[in-house]
């Protein structure tokens, strides 16, 4: 791992120096006074400035004195709330210096004290040393017809990226459009703030407020990334603070989570999208950053965590406190989604995922093993094997989900699956360009996962521990146990499958994984567990149908994760999946639901468990359930069958939408698909439902010369993960 750099090191002493818990105060003399950080943990704030909230007796903020480091803070305590005898204030506090700061309020016989641990805004706190190197927007390789890549605003402006900082910084502008009248114009850039447009349209909020559809878009960078931030907000109106919101929000944050999965080393010049008419025309703020998108992120969910969290930092010191803050996001976008919620929990209150994946890793230990291992072999034409017989040792919907739809991105864990944004002369090669950028997710993850010499590559160079293995896993097992492909088929897969090496080349040998980067997927979160985080956070899940084309999104990771919670929490009651085919849009109705839910979580004061109060909070409408095309409901629980994986219509839903495995299920493994390496045992022949002959037995103790995967036993190191674990400067559950 990469050593500290010398601030951080300070940073880092300072406050362990202090040694005092983040987000603890304490009050002392007769009155009572509590002093805490609203924006963030007051260990992990960023930016200079932090929203502080005062409890306390005393009933005239006249009689309050807050102080930094010593010395009086010129801000006036602001009464937000009054019940019980006690009384409410918040302020902005600025101006701290980067490190350890203590602030102290007094008044009337009672003192309270925090100490706040304040971050530079390019970051990191957490995610560790930044990752190098980083191509700032005006770096980036122009795109496919030459053009220069460039932010745009969304008001047909683009982001001036002439003059930038060593961290991408770039100069932060507000703007401000309209939504039009004229629908299919939609949003328009207002020039004059003095006045209205003719076609301004008016919405209406969800919270019943008819108000001028005028947006204010935020545009800056925190993090090393570029982040937008969109409100309503009548310029006419009264200034925005965070203790004077804007009158036309309606309290809530959507945080949206683009899609991808690549090792990122650019800025970017994308969000996953701020400018959502269905969003802000019902209230909602919605705040994103480039490096919450997925392929842009480094696949890090990490980091992206650490951006999301300091983002929604600014939008608190900036605008006010949210209700709660809703995630949104597909595919990529989902995985950060439940990762952040995992790991990282607090930052995001409910989750709308769509075509959802349970994490990266697990995903691409089915994606990998049929780009790298599968279709070499079943595509050679010497083995004359039949589409449907390919796409039967998959249990997957065809064989193109896994030759077309997967296999447009070839070796997606490897060193070269870099973006166009990367420039050619700049990527790996271990014969032309060893230093050069390796673009395998692991590489991007390297804070966390560590590095190691792999000697045999012939490099030398230290490369991210990987966590793939496929060691005892017997590929086709359930396909062989149903008659639907011979003994011959199975034993010579399993024999000639082979593996890969650390640059994803093939190899004969299987794939044996680093422990420690198995031992750090699971606690770390990389492998999402239904425990931890994600048993605090109420889920709707938005499966579009997509197996009936071959689309690699297919509907059995929605049954992975809930199987996931089912198993760490004895079911799975804060998860809903709502099925229908791709032609429908439920997006609108997903969000009122959440919002309706986590008000009630809200209103829930009683002093109940989390998890038994999101349970019970749940909208009675909000059901799982299924839609079929011709707009019929059927609500239904959700049913996956581990022993129908090759014809799983059971109930209407999955006569409708029938979900397909995936090629570690057709090999025996559990629906939780999270087992990164198998605990073996020795082959039992009576487990199977064919006889095999004295020679293919021996065969079969020649391939699994070691044993075969004992999937009733959890995984090697497998665990629910840990929570708010840092690889960088802050020193709190330092990992």
């Known amino acids: 791992m990469k050593s500290l750099k010398p601030a951080s090191l300070i940073i880092l002493l300072a406050f362990l120096i202090s040694a005092c818990s983040p987000d603890q105060y304490e009050s002392s003399g007769d009155g009572f006074m509590a002093l805490n950080a609203l924006s963030n943990q007051s260990h992990l704030v960023s930016g200079g400035d932090v929203l502080v909230e005062v409890v306390t007796s005393v009933a005239d903020g ?28 918040q302020t902005l506090v600025t101006g701290l210096r980067q490190g350890v700061n203590l602030l102290r309020v007094e008044g009337e016989n009672a003192a309270a004290d925090l100490t706040v641990v304040n971050y530079p805004s390019t970051g990191p706190i957490f995610s560790g040393p930044y990752q190098e190197p980083y191509l700032c927007l005006s770096e980036i390789t122009p795109g496919r017809d ?70 204010r878009i935020e545009t800056g960078t925190i993090n090393r990334a570029i982040y937008q931030i969109a409100i309503l907000h009548d310029p006419q109106t009264a200034v925005l603070s965070a203790l004077s919101p804007s009158l036309q929000w309606n309290g809530r944050l959507v945080y949206t989570f683009g899609g991808g999965c690549e090792a990122g080393y650019f800025q970017a010049n994308s969000t996953a999208g701020v400018l959502r008419d269905n969003m802000l025309g019902r209230g909602y703020a919605v705040a994103s950053s480039t490096l919450n998108v997925n392929a842009q992120g480094g696949c890090n969910d990490v980091l992206s965590a650490e951006t999301a969290m300091m983002v929604k930092e600014h939008f608190i010191e900036s605008y006010g406190e949210p209700r709660y803050t809703i995630g949104n996001g597909g595919s990529g976008g989902a995985m950060q989604q439940l990762h952040i919620a995992g790991a990282y929990p607090g930052i995001l209150d409910g989750l709308l995922p769509s075509m959802t994946f349970a994490d990266s890793v697990s995903y691409f230990t089915d994606s990998q093993e049929c780009e790298s291992l599968l279709r070499d072999y079943v595509n050679d034409p010497d083995k004359a094997l039949s589409e449907e017989t390919k796409a039967i040792l998959g249990g997957w919907s065809m064989w193109s989900v896994c030759d077309q739809s997967l296999g447009q991105r070839p070796k997606r864990v490897g060193p ?18 060893p230093e050069g950028i390796r673009c395998s997710i692991y590489d991007g993850m390297k804070n966390i996962f560590g590095e190691k010499l792999y000697p045999e590559i012939g490099v030398n160079r230290e490369f991210a521990r990987v966590p793939h293995d496929n060691i005892g896993v017997q590929y086709g097992l359930a396909a062989l146990n149903e008659g639907l492909i011979s003994k011959e088929l199975f034993l010579d897969l399993n024999e000639n499958i082979g593996g890969w090496d650390i640059d994803v080349n093939s190899q004969p040998e299987r794939t ?58 004895g079911h799975a009651d804060n998860f809903v999946l709502r099925r229908h085919n791709s032609e429908m849009n ?30 019970r909070a749940k909208p009675a409408d909000l059901q799982n359930d299924c839609f079929a095309e011709n707009g019929e409901r059927i609500v239904e629980e959700p049913n996956f069958n581990p022993d129908k994986l090759f014809d799983n219509t059971e109930g209407s839903c999955n006569r409708l939408y029938p979900p397909h495995a995936g090629l570690r299920l ?34 079969l103790r020649s391939i699994f010369s070691e044993g075969i995967c004992d999937w009733s036993k959890p995984g090697v190191h497998q665990q629910v993960n840990k929570t708010w674990l840092s690889f960088g400067p802050s020193p709190v559950n330092r990992y």
């Open 586 to 615: 439920l997006a609108d109705d997903n969000l009122a639901l959440m919002d309706q839910w986590l008000a009630n979580i809200q209103a829930d004061t009683s002093p109940a468990d989390t998890m038994s109060k999101i349970v």
């Open 146 to 215: 030459g053009e220069k890549r460039r932010f745009a605003i969304g008001n047909g402006e683009f982001l001036d990226d002439s003059a930038t900082d060593e961290n991408c910084s770039l100069d932060g502008r507000v703007d401000y459009v309209y939504h039009s009248t004229d629908t299919e114009v939609g949003f328009k850039a207002l020039i004059d703030l003095t006045s209205r447009p003719q076609d301004l349209a008016f919405t209406t909020t969800n919270e019943g407020q008819e108000v001028p559809y005028i947006v």
């Open 666 to 699: 057709v090999a025996g493994g559990p629906l939780t698909n999270d087992v990164l390496k198998c605990q073996l045992k020795a082959i039992d022949f009576d487990d199977y439902k064919v006889e095999f002959t004295d020679e293919e037995k021996s065969q």
């Open 512 to 569: 044996e994984a680093d422990d420690d980067a198995v031992r750090i997927a699971y606690e770390t979160g990389r492998i999402t567990s239904g425990g931890a985080g994600l048993a605090q956070v109420p889920i709707i899940d938005d499966r579009s149908y997509l197996d009936d084309i071959g689309n690699f999104h297919a509907s059995v990771y929605s049954f992975v994760t809930r199987a996931r919670l089912q198993r760490d929490n």
């Open 62 to 89: 006249q009689n309050l004195e807050l102080r930094h480091n010593g010395s009086p803070v010129a801000t006036q305590l602001n009464k937000v709330d009054s019940s019980g005898g006690l009384f409410v204030y």
């Open 416 to 433: 070269g699956d870099c973006s166009a944004q990367i420039p050619e002369a700049a990527r790996y090669n271990p014969a032309t360009n």
